[in-house]
Structures are given as structure tokens and as C-alpha cells.
């Protein structure tokens, strides 16, 4: 029913900043609310941040103060601003999206913080 692709990761030193964007089409109107998903190399997936369609966000502990999340609903699209960015940050970046109770993935961008 949704398509996910995200785009935007890539290589960046510590404490530079990178933009993730995830477009979703298809039947985008049952969506209400988004996460970004990151998993390093030998860990669990881990949920980073969510935005709902009216606004409301939340993030991961360890990102607070130095990630943003945003919607543009007329684009169809989210984004997520990576500040202050960090070894630890580094990993593939999956933005998700739940519709009927089934979960949605985007193929992940890979992003890699160098120190």
C-alpha cells in the first residue's frame, strides 16, 4: 500500500551534521505517524525518533538535543536533521510507517560517522 525510500545518508566527520529525507507514496493517507529506525553493525534495531501527522515527536534518549525530526505532509515526506553527529551514530537509518497493523520499510540509508 506504501512505498519508503529514504535518501540522504552518506560519510561525515563528528560533530558535522547530515539531512535523512524518506518519501513515501503509494496510499499515503492512512499514515499517521513515522519513525526513523537505525541499526549498527551486531546490535537490535533501535527506534531514533517519530513524528506524527499533527506534529508531536519523541526521540531516542541518546539523540535528544542533537537530532530533529519534521514532516512536510504536502511532499510526503519526513526528514530527519542530524546535528552534533557522533561515532555512535553511525549505522543503516529505516524509516517505518505502521497501516493496518502491518509494518513498512524503506530499504535504509547508510550513514557513517568518522572521528
Known amino acids: 500500500q506504501v512505498q519508503l525510500v529514504e535518501s540522504g545518508g552518506g560519510l561525515v566527520q563528528a560533530g558535522g551534521s547530515l539531512r535523512l529525507s524518506c518519501v513515501a507514496s503509494?496510499?499515503?493517507?492512512?499514515?499517521?505517524?513515522v519513525g526513523w529506525y537505525r541499526q549498527a553493525p551486531g546490535k537490535q534495531r533501535e527506534l531514533v525518533a517519530t513524528?506524527?501527522?499533527?506534529?508531536?515527536?519523541n526521540y531516542a534518549d541518546s539523540v535528544k538535543g542533537r537530532f530533529t525530526i519534521s514532516r512536510d505532509n504536502a511532499k510526503n515526506t519526513v526528514y530527519l536533521q542530524m546535528n552534533s553527529v557522533k561515532p555512535e551514530d553511525t549505522g543503516v537509518y529505516y524509516c517505518?510507517?505502521?497501516?493496518?497493523?502491518?509494518?513498512?520499510w524503506g530499504q535504509g540509508t547508510q550513514v557513517t560517522v568518522s572521528s
Open positions: 513524528i506524527s501527522t499533527g506534529g508531536r515527536t
Open positions: 503509494g496510499f499515503v493517507f492512512s499514515i499517521k505517524a
Open positions: 517505518n510507517v505502521v497501516i493496518n497493523l502491518r509494518d513498512y
